[in-house]
């Protein structure tokens, strides 16, 4: 069964720090990554997508992929209270299908 | 109109009520999806359309019934709920083709109530 993991926290940083998600995914056939910010009572709403192995880098976001370890990371550099939400992690596995959602990461950043 | 939109926003029935959520996406994709979040639990899909063809039903309930009528508009309609039904019902979009991106975006959800 294909499965995305992610801890669902809640992670805490303070205001101005990094904060890490992960996300662990079981098929390595997986193509396409994306991460989803979700607000309490609001739609996911897409952030980052990310292809290729390596780093992509979007304003304060960062994401990394690793295919080989079949982990796939964000990072929020400077976090503020507003980034506090749910991280959701998705993955594609081909065309056609229907994207695999993680359970998703609360984050809460204090000020 | 921009991105994908979802009427009503918010819908109270009873559990002997006939209603329909309605969803249409701007954005030109040719792939449409309905999502079911409960409180605290993960999004959960139903429906996945593709090209207006159905290629995906995730062992839903058949009182939630979809409708695709063209790759612009997608409904739910929904008979003889139970209150477990309460939730955000979310609708998506996609383009579909070989060399991605594949990127899916949601619109604001309808909350529903069931009595």
């Known amino acids: 069964q294909k499965e995305v993991e992610q801890n669902s926290g809640p992670l805490s940083v303070p205001e101005g720090a990094i904060a890490s998600l992960n996300c662990t995914y079981s098929d390595r056939g997986s193509q396409s990554f994306f991460w989803y910010r979700q607000y309490s009572g609001k739609s996911p709403e897409l952030i980052m997508s990310i292809y290729s192995n390596g780093d992509k880098e979007d304003g304060r976001f960062t994401a990394q992929l690793n295919k080989a370890s079949q982990y796939v990371s964000l990072l929020i550099r400077d976090s503020q209270p507003s980034d506090s939400a749910t991280y959701l992690c998705?993955?594609?596995?081909?065309?056609?299908?229907?994207?695999?959602f993680g359970k998703g990461t609360t984050l809460s950043v204090s000020s | 109109e921009t991105g994908v939109t979802q009427t009503p926003r918010h819908l109270v029935m009873g559990m002997t009520n006939k209603k329909s959520l309605k969803c249409e996406q701007h954005l030109g994709h040719n792939a449409m999806y309905w999502y079911k979040q409960s409180a605290k639990k993960p999004l959960e899909l139903m429906f996945v359309y593709s090209l207006e063809e159905r290629v995906e039903n995730n062992s839903v309930p058949s009182r939630f019934s979809p409708e695709c009528p063209n790759s612009s508009h997608l409904f739910l309609h929904l008979h003889t709920l139970q209150p477990e039904d309460s939730a955000l019902y979310l609708c998506?979009?996609?383009?579909?083709?070989?060399?991605?991106?594949?990127?899916?975006?949601f619109g604001p959800g309808t909350r529903l109530t069931v009595l």
């Open positions: 998705a993955v594609k596995i081909q065309a056609g299908t229907a994207l695999i």
């Open positions: 998506a979009s996609s383009q579909e083709h070989s060399g991605g991106p594949w990127e899916q975006f």
